[in-house]
């Protein structure tokens, strides 16, 4: 019995998530003149948010996509040097039991100069962290951190890359 206690205990605990965290990879791709964006966050957070704003009957598995897409737009926003909002280009969701992942592009002539303002769920979740990896062409830039104290908005490339 202590067996069985024990396995359902730790298998429960595997299942909840105490880090609530965010991770996204931005790689602009010269070539082609294009950062393309992969986000990947905790369903189970996604899914709270979602039902916050369209309450608790609502139903994420239905409508994520367009849910994720929409929230994107509003919380992870690029910017060009002027300060002129990117449009973001949305290529897909792969929606999975714990996590998922949004792909979207974003036209762009350098990374010099832009910047990135990320508030994904740092409202609603007082301990969020949201890690950005920045590339260019498949090569490390730069890793940029935003979390409730540095929610602001950051350069994308360091001064002095």
């Known amino acids: 019995m202590r067996f069985v206690m024990a396995l359902v ?12 965290s965010s991770i996204a990879q931005l790689d602009y791709i010269a070539a082609k003149k294009t950062i393309e964006v ?4 905790h369903t189970e ?19 994520a996509e367009a849910f994720v897409s929409e929230y994107l737009r509003t919380t992870f926003e690029l ?11 949305w290529v897909g969701l792969e929606l999975k039991v714990h996590f998922l992942a949004a792909y979207f592009e974003v036209p762009a002539s350098a990374l010099t100069g832009l910047t990135l303002t990320n508030r994904l769920l740092i409202d609603g979740v007082p301990d969020q962290v949201n890690s950005v990896q920045v590339k260019q062409d498949g090569q490390a830039r730069n890793d940029l951190q935003f979390d ?11 001064p002095h890359a």
Request: proline residues 0%; without cysteine.
């Open 148 to 158: 409730r104290a540095h929610a602001g908005t950051q350069a994308l490339l360091k």
């Open 38 to 41: 992969i986000v990947w966050l």
């Open 79 to 89: 910017r060009n040097r002027e300060g002129k909002r990117l449009e973001q280009k």
């Open 9 to 20: 205990v730790s298998v429960a605990l595997a299942d909840a998530h105490t880090y609530h």
């Open 45 to 63: 957070d996604m899914e709270r948010a979602f039902k916050a704003k369209h309450g608790v009957n609502a139903n994420f598995d239905r409508d």
